[in-house]
C-alpha cells in the first residue's frame, strides 16, 4: 500500500485499521521523551551509563535505567557486562536498533523542513 495513493482511494475500515496498528506499534516502542534520545546516542557510539546519562540532558538515572530495561527486552538495546573491578557495563543498539537509522533520519529531515517552514510562516 503506497501511502500517496491514500489521499486518492478510498479503502475500507480494515484497510485502514491495518495500516494505523503497525504505525501505533513503532509509536508505542520508540515513543516518549527518553526513548528516541537514548537510540540516537547510542547510535552515534557506545556508552557506559554515566556517559548516557550526561549525553542526555535532564533524564534522571532512575529514568534511564527503566528505559533501558524497556528497550533491552525489545531487543533494541544490547548490554553488555565486564568483568572489570568495579564491573563497567557498557550499552549498544543491536542490530535489530540500528534497523531504526533510517525511521530516525527521516523523521529528522521532516523536523527540519518542518522547523524551517515555521520558522519562515513566523516571519510574514
Known amino acids: ?7 486518492k ?3 475500507t475500515h480494515q484497510e485502514c485499521k491495518t ?6 506499534d513503532v ?3 520508540i515513543g516518549g521523551k527518553w526513548r ?5 546516542a547510542l547510535s552515534f557510539q557506545n556508552h557506559r551509563f554515566k ?17 533501558l530495561k524497556d528497550l533491552e527486552v525489545n531487543g533494541l538495546v544490547n548490554r553488555t557486562v565486564f568483568d572489570t573491578m568495579p564491573v563497567s ?7 535489530y536498533g540500528k534497523s531504526l537509522d533510517k525511521v530516525i ?7 527540519v523542513k518542518h522547523r524551517t517552514k515555521i520558522i519562515t510562516d513566523e516571519t510574514r
Open 1 to 7: 500500500m503506497n501511502l500517496e495513493n491514500k489521499h
Open 9 to 11: 482511494e478510498i479503502h
Open 19 to 24: 495500516f494505523i496498528l503497525p504505525v501505533r
Open 27 to 29: 509509536l508505542e516502542l
Open 36 to 40: 528516541l534520545p537514548i537510540i540516537i
Open 51 to 67: 556517559e548516557l546519562e550526561r549525553q542526555i540532558v535532564g533524564i534522571t538515572p532512575r529514568m534511564l535505567s527503566k528505559e
Open 89 to 95: 557495563v557498557e550499552y549498544s543498539l543491536t542490530d
Open 105 to 111: 533520519e527521516t523523521i529528522r529531515d521532516w523536523g
